[in-house]
């Protein structure tokens, strides 16, 4: 019961503070559970967010529920998700209940101009953090190139490349890259 | 029964959206035009407010739309809806792949998707940049390179990433409540 109501609390602190979507909840998410509170290592959650992508529904919650499942099981998953969207609901029903311009005040749109600027830096920090884990040696780089290029640069091709194509190609090169060679190895620290 | 169907409407969106929350849009728009409970300018008014409160935005439209339609009970079973897919098949995906954990062509796929994560994560930074640290129609407008980099907002982001760099023991929301005071006290909205 109480790992449970730890659970719930963990991410409905998360959920209060996730500004801008599931991606720049990252660096609150390694700060809080593979730092503080060592629920999950930096490979899992990069794990979790590539599953995340490609599996329907919102990236915080799914990435919620993962870890949810690995503490505690199914009741696990379910505390984690209603603990991540605990606070948003009762902010999101305030403001539609009285403050239906609340995005229209000049306060609230220069706080937010000040935070996107944060979220920048936490997303570049965060990448910079997970990179060290999984971008090694040129194969995973040329991965990493490849699948950053294409996503930033998507509104420029003929066809938009789906996350979750470029997800399933880059893990079928990983089983064509270390399939056979590093098989029974498993040394990578995580 | 609007509760009912508010629940089952939100479990499809949760259940067809990939790939985070404005992967949602569409699924709102089409429901926006089945069922006349928001127009489209409730969705517009939505995407401004999600993006200015925590919370994953995919979670945000579901309270705000199940408010308007129906009230708070509304908002609690619209969000209801859209949890139940995720924590269903992310259970199921996890329990998967705690099965094949240690085949050594599972780990090999994992690190090749890894890279594809990060790459994803750093593409969606990417796109915040470029709406917070540059104005491209200034730039083009007058020509003059250095009106492509929004200067106040850079200066406070190296600050900040070097605050972080200095002081990692400083909970990364400090640096957001930090950024949203500097945000207001310099009409980082307009």
Redesign the interface.
């Given at each position: 019961m109480r790992e449970l109501w730890e659970l719930f609390t963990a991410f409905a602190r998360l959920?209060?503070?996730?500004?801008?979507?599931?991606?720049?909840m990252?660096?609150?998410l390694t700060?809080e559970l593979v730092d503080r509170r060592g629920w999950v290592t930096d490979?899992e959650l990069?794990?979790y967010?590539?599953?995340?992508?490609?599996?329907?529904?919102?990236?915080?919650?799914?990435v919620a529920?993962?870890i949810g499942?690995?503490r505690k099981g199914?009741p696990g998953?379910?505390v984690a998700?209603?603990g991540?969207?605990f606070?948003?609901?009762i902010?999101?029903?305030v403001?539609?209940?009285f403050l239906?311009n609340?995005?229209?005040y000049?306060?609230?749109?220069?706080?937010?101009?000040?935070?996107?600027?944060?979220?920048?830096?936490?997303?570049?920090?965060?990448?910079l953090r997970?990179?060290k884990?999984?971008?090694l040696g040129l194969?995973?780089?040329l991965?990493?190139?490849?699948?950053?290029l294409l996503?930033?640069f998507s509104g420029f091709l003929p066809v938009s490349v789906?996350?979750?194509i470029?997800?399933l190609?880059?893990?079928?090169?990983?089983?064509?890259?270390?399939?056979k060679s590093?098989?029974?190895k498993?040394g990578?620290a995580s | 029964m609007i509760l009912l169907r508010l629940y089952y409407e939100f479990i499809k969106v949760?259940?067809?959206?990939?790939?985070?929350?404005l992967a949602?849009l569409p699924f709102l728009y089409d429901l926006s035009d089945r069922t006349s409970w928001f127009t489209h300018a409730d969705i517009a008014?939505m995407i401004?407010?999600?993006?200015?409160?925590?919370?994953?935005?995919?979670?945000?439209m579901a309270?705000?739309a199940g408010?308007?339609t129906a009230g708070?009970p509304g908002?609690?079973l619209a969000?209801m809806g859209?949890?139940t897919?995720?924590?269903i098949?992310?259970?199921i995906?996890?329990?998967i792949?705690n099965y094949f954990m240690?085949n050594?062509?599972v780990?090999?796929?994992?690190?090749?998707?890894?890279?594809?994560?990060?790459?994803?994560?750093?593409?969606?930074?990417?796109s915040?940049?470029k709406?917070?640290?540059v104005d491209l129609p200034a730039w083009q407008a007058s020509g003059n390179l250095s009106d492509l980099v929004i200067w106040p907002?850079v200066l406070?982001?190296v600050l900040?990433?070097l605050g972080?760099k200095l002081f990692p023991k400083i909970?990364?929301?400090l640096?957001?409540a930090?950024?949203?005071?500097?945000?207001?006290l310099?009409?980082?909205?307009?």
């Open positions: 959920g209060a503070v996730s500004f801008g979507g599931g991606y720049a990252l660096p609150l700060r490979n990069t794990d967010f590539a599953i995340g992508q490609c599996t329907p529904g919102v990236i915080a919650l799914n529920t993962f499942n690995k199914i998953a379910v998700s209603v991540i969207v606070v948003p609901v902010i999101i029903t403001i539609a209940a239906r609340f995005a229209d000049a306060v609230v749109k220069d706080a937010f101009g000040g935070i996107r600027v944060c979220v920048c830096v936490l997303v570049v920090n965060a990448v997970l990179w884990k999984a971008v194969p995973t780089f991965i990493f190139a490849v699948v950053f996503s930033v789906s996350p979750v470029l997800v190609v880059s893990g079928f090169a990983g089983i064509l890259l270390y399939g590093e098989s029974g498993g990578d | 949760g259940l067809f959206s990939v790939g985070g929350g949602t008014n401004a407010i999600a993006e200015s409160t925590p919370g994953p935005i995919g979670v945000n309270t705000y408010f308007t708070v908002a609690i969000t859209l949890i897919p995720a924590v098949i992310i259970s995906i996890f329990r792949l240690g050594p062509y780990e090999a796929a994992f690190k090749g998707l890894r890279p594809a994560s990060i790459a994803l994560i750093a593409a969606a930074g990417i915040v940049i709406v917070t640290l907002a406070l982001g900040l990433f972080q909970h990364p929301v640096f957001i930090a950024s949203a005071i500097v945000g207001i310099f009409h980082f909205g307009s």
